[in-house]
């Protein structure tokens, strides 16, 4: 199965990020993130055997975050995939990506990534990627859980469930 790990807004953030989405979408065209998939990727994980998943489970129920806040405020764009995001830059969220890939080599994952970017992905498949007249970003993302989520992949995008959450600090 495929999995992985990320931070889910709050719900009243959620909406915000939707709302951003719509208008990114009217400029941008391609494919608007469904408003209950936003999220921040923090470790991708790729397929996974289920006895794999399991060990996940316990080790992200009992993981001890600290609780931090995100600051987003900016726009960004992948070309290749025409991704248009939002995000920002996290010294907090830098060490939390740290540590989890340092616990994730002990389970063996090895595809630690050269460096992150924080970022809400809210379209893919975007015609033009010019987020230059977009509202300005200035949002705060309060985070105290990181949450293990499967993807399952539909034809029109991907659905995720999520499969256990670390306590909440
Ligand atoms: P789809 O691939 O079907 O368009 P998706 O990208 O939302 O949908 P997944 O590919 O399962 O679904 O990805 C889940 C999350 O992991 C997304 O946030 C995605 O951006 C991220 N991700 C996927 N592949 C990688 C990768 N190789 N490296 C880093 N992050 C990845
Ligand atoms: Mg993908």
Redesign the pocket.
Known sequence: M?L?L?LVPPLELRQRLGELAELAQARCGGRR?PEE?L?L?LA?L?EVADARMEELVHWVSAMAIAPGEWRLDHWGSFRRPG?VWVGGRSSALERLHASVWDELASFGFS?R?GHFVPHV?LL?RARRQETQNLPAIDMTWPYRQLSL?R?F??DD??R?QILARSPAA
């Open positions: 495929r992985f990320a993130m998939s999220h990727t991708f790729g991704i595809d990534p992905t893919r989520v993807s992949t539909e995008g991907a995720y």
